[in-house]
């Protein structure tokens, strides 16, 4: 596609459930990014692959949270046990050169996830 | 402390008036500065991307770093309802991109 998609749109899951949020990026891009946006404020980094590696995931919350991309392609950011805190969007970002380069972000619109 | 402070606003400004927005920073290893736009319910949208300190102007939008201060700003002149939306200052080194929290600015006809 054109552009960095994300699915599913919106998710409500009730507290304890196991949720997936899938991100296509643009095709060919290298890097590949994870933010997590609470209401009213700014994204904050949550995972970063360089084409199939995870190369740093030190903003994950919690080890209830896990994200792949096992073909350097399509990534999923997957949440265990979901808590109401982690109610958020989740926006997803892809950039066309590795870990060393200077090119935009370009951003999906977001899985809006609300945990009851 | 935060690595990157921003002013949450609201901001509200009468179309036609010029908009100031500002971005902290901590982190001296931040190499390239940007702004982004985000509408309610989309994706941050780049606006503009700088290097070095200075002033970089693309229409009626002018970003300037000052890297010795660790201070960014994003003027806008003539500024239109359409650009009603939130505004973040992201900085970058390498793969660590940091965001500010957003200003949200209302232009109003």
């Known amino acids: 596609g054109a552009g960095v998609s994300q699915s599913p749109r919106y998710k409500v899951a009730k507290r304890g459930q196991d949720v997936a949020l899938r991100c296509d990026p643009i095709?060919?891009?290298?890097?590949l990014f994870w933010y997590q946006q609470a209401l009213g404020q700014g994204p904050e980094f949550l995972t970063y692959?360089?084409?199939?590696?995870?190369?740093?995931k030190s903003g994950l919350p919690s080890d209830r949270f896990f994200a792949e991309r096992p073909e350097g392609s399509v990534s999923t950011l997957k949440i265990q046990r979901t808590q109401q805190e982690d109610s958020a969007v989740y926006l997803c970002?892809?950039?066309?050169?590795?870990?060393?380069?200077?090119?935009?972000?370009?951003f999906g619109e977001g899985s809006r996830l609300t945990v009851l | 402390q935060k690595e990157v402070e921003q002013d949450p606003g609201p901001l509200s400004v009468p179309e036609g008036a010029i908009v100031s927005l500002n971005c902290t920073y901590s982190?001296?290893?931040?190499?390239?500065f940007m702004w982004y736009r985000q509408y309610s319910r989309k994706g941050p949208e780049l606006l503009m991307y700088?290097?070095?300190?200075g002033n970089k102007e693309d229409g009626r939008f002018t970003a300037q770093v000052d890297k010795s201060s660790k201070y960014i700003s994003l003027f806008i002149r003539d500024s239109q309802p359409s650009d009603s939306a939130t505004y973040l200052c992201?900085?970058?080194?390498?793969?660590?991109?940091?965001f500010g929290a957003g200003t949200r600015l209302t232009v109003k006809p």
């Open positions: 095709s060919g891009h290298v890097s």
């Open positions: 700088t290097y070095s300190s």
């Open positions: 982190n001296s290893a931040f190499q390239y």
């Open positions: 992201a900085m970058r080194n390498n793969n660590d991109m940091r």
């Open positions: 692959f360089q084409n199939e590696a995870q190369l740093d």
């Open positions: 970002a892809s950039s066309l050169g590795g870990a060393a380069n200077t090119g935009e972000l370009f």
